[in-house]
């Protein structure tokens, strides 16, 4: 199991829809990409293709 990360202000913000959305800033933190196709990926993961930058 993968470590937990305690969420800080400024790792997301609430959407319009209620959802939790994740920033760069956590990403950054969390240090990989979770191949989720995520809105504020820093790794560059594109989900159409599967791949990452």
């Not at 990360?5 to 990989?32: A, M, N």
């Not at 990409?33 to 159409?48: I, L, T, V």
């Amino acid at each position: 199991m993968k470590e937990r990360i305690p969420l800080e202000e400024g790792d997301y913000y609430l959407s319009e829809q209620g959802y939790r959305v994740f920033t760069e800033k956590y990403h950054l933190k969390r240090g990989y990409c979770c191949e989720s196709g995520c809105r504020h990926c820093p790794y560059g993961y594109n989900a159409k293709t599967n791949t990452q930058k």
